[in-house]
């Protein structure tokens, strides 16, 4: 018999007959709307392995009905939305895509970076409403990014990517992380410090770290009081890292000059949030690995994984590693 699979999302076909090859697959097929809790919870009782995207709530309550789950592939590198701890004492394997999406990642951080700095949207906005009547010395003005300093808080893949792309614009890298990078900072010219120290001499502030109930709010407001007033501060890791209320106080009153956004505490972001009434703030839809060449490798790596782990071998990219050993 063959082993059964659900999927929460449309995949590349490709990717979908490859699993169809050996297993029993199903599909939510709606591309752009999540499966709803329901849908879930009836198809995860009999169910071997759930490929799920980081929009699914894998919680106890969900795992408590999955009696014959024997893995779970998750196409992120991030896995805060599903219970690790849980899963791990059910005997069951999570799955990761470390790795795959680090440069498209990266480059759309100082993409970000840069709109965010020199107003792009803004002044795209400025001329497509008929604004533009002339030039003028002091219209859309931004912070320049070249021989400024950059403090990346937290230096994983993505981190590293970002300091090497810095270095092309001659900046001065700081950078926050739970352990120093020995060899990182001698190749790339890094410069360790504390949190606080990065925060008062950046002009920019990466947030690179991974979710994490120890990260969770970490930004804050008596950190946006000791950055500078021209800062500004980039999140292209989790919106939860960071206290979108003390940030939306902090942009408004000065306190830092602007805030590029890739990723907010709840997604998709309601419309009348207070951070998207803010001339200074660039927003995006959480679309930090989105190129076609990234997203397509993330599907095939996550059927990978759940091909290895339900053939009896270990998957090259299990997370809750403790299960190795059982």
């Known amino acids: 018999m063959k082993p059964k699979i659900f999927i929460t999302r449309k995949i590349p076909t490709h990717v979908i007959n490859h699993l169809e090859e050996v297993c029993e ?102 001329l497509r409403e008929g604004k533009w009547s002339t030039w003028s010395p002091m219209l859309l003005t931004g912070q320049d990014i070249y021989n400024s300093t950059l403090g990346i808080i937290g230096l994983g893949r993505i981190g590293e990517a970002l300091a090497k792309r810095a270095k092309g614009f001659n900046m001065n890298i700081l950078y926050h992380n739970r352990s120093r990078k020995i060899e990182a900072e001698q190749e790339l010219g890094l410069e360790y410090c504390s949190l606080e120290n990065l925060l008062k001499r950046s002009d920019y502030i990466c947030v690179m770290t991974p979710y994490t109930p120890e990260t969770k709010k970490m930004i804050r407001k008596e950190h946006f009081k000791i950055m500078k007033e021209t800062s500004i501060l980039i999140n292209t890791a989790r919106g939860g890292i960071v206290n979108e209320n003390d940030l939306y106080h902090a942009l408004k009153d000065g306190e830092i000059w602007a805030a590029g956004l890739d990723v907010f505490e709840q997604e998709p972001v309601v419309l009348d949030h207070p951070l998207l009434s803010l001339p200074n703030v660039v927003t995006l839809p959480h ?27 270990i998957p090259t990219n299990i997370v809750n590693k403790e299960l190795i050993a059982k």
């Open 25 to 126: 697959v199903s599909i939510w097929e709606h591309k752009d709307i999540p499966v709803p809790r329901e849908v879930l919870e009836e198809k995860i009782v009999d169910i071997d392995g759930l490929y799920c995207l980081l929009t699914d709530a894998i919680d106890l309550e969900l795992l408590q009905k999955a009696t014959n789950l024997k893995v779970i592939g998750n196409m992120a590198v991030g896995f805060n939305n599903i219970d690790v701890e849980a899963a791990t004492k059910r005997g069951i394997i999570v799955t990761n895509t470390p790795g795959v999406l680090t440069e498209t990642t990266a480059d759309l951080t100082f993409a970000l970076l840069m709109a965010t700095a020199r107003r792009i949207p803004e002044a795209s906005d400025f």
């Open 287 to 313: 679309i930090g690995s989105a190129s076609i060449g990234t997203r397509t490798k993330m599907a095939e790596v996550v059927a990978e994984n759940l091909l290895q782990a339900l053939n009896g071998k």
